[in-house]
């Protein structure tokens, strides 16, 4: 079974400028998240998608952040305009009603 | 709110001796629980999780944790660890009560297995 993918893995921007990450979950997964990983924390969930909906989002900066999941199935997730407290590790995760939680391996954001 | 603590930043242990992570967890409802492991430069990789029934859950390579409702306790256990063991360690928790099955993260424990 093929896992969580996610591109790029590692991207360096200059503040304010825009960057985009992709996530395809596993197949079947309806559940698809974004997490934020800042060096030294625990993952942070920004939002949660059931199919295409958003479950929650309470914890997205909404002025500068926004994620979509237009099909059901891939994800993208915006920042515009990036800040340096956006450096930090996007993980993409998804699950199904009978499965846990599986992860990608993350794309690494550096904001100079 | 929930939420989950990991009072230790880091664990040395000797390669062969017995091993624990500590976590306490805070939820409203029923917790599901889940350890995941993080290699470097690697995504978070699951180990186990308890949902229900028996308190000793068996995961991935030797693991187990042992969940203790009256302490809100789920700490991570190996008999006997390996230098491959060595990674940064999260335990996490859910609400399946609620539906969302978002998981609150603590802030992780880096294990260090000395040869």
């Known amino acids: 079974e093929a896992g969580v993918a996610q591109s790029p893995r590692y991207k360096i921007i200059e503040k304010r400028q825009s960057v985009a990450f992709w996530c395809n979950p596993i197949s079947g997964h309806a559940t698809l998240y974004w997490y934020q990983q800042i060096l030294g924390q625990g993952p942070k969930l920004l939002i949660q998608f059931q199919n295409n909906g958003v479950v929650d989002d309470s914890q997205l900066p909404k002025d500068r952040f926004s994620a979509e999941r237009l099909k059901g199935v891939d994800s993208t997730l915006k920042i515009q305009p990036a800040k340096l407290e956006d450096s930090a590790v996007y993980l993409c995760?998804?699950?199904?009603?009978?499965?846990?939680?599986?992860f990608g391996p993350g794309t690494r954001l550096t904001v100079t | 709110a929930q939420s989950v603590a990991q009072p230790e930043d880091q664990v040395n242990v000797a390669e062969g001796n017995p091993l624990t992570v500590k976590c306490t967890y805070s939820?409203?409802?029923?917790?599901?629980l889940f350890w995941y492991v993080q290699y470097p430069n690697r995504g978070l990789q699951f180990l186990l999780k308890y949902i229900t029934g028996d308190n000793l859950v068996k995961g991935s390579y030797g693991f187990e944790a042992e969940f203790n409702k009256s302490q809100t306790s789920f700490h991570l256990k190996k008999p006997s660890a390996l230098v491959s063991d060595s990674a940064l360690y999260f335990c996490?928790?859910?609400?399946?009560?609620?539906?969302?099955?978002?998981?609150?993260f603590g802030s992780g424990t880096r294990l260090q297995v000395q040869p």
């Open positions: 996490a928790v859910s609400n399946m009560d609620t539906g969302r099955r978002a998981l609150t």
């Open positions: 995760a998804s699950s199904s009603t009978s499965v846990g939680t599986y």
């Open positions: 939820v409203s409802g029923n917790p599901y």
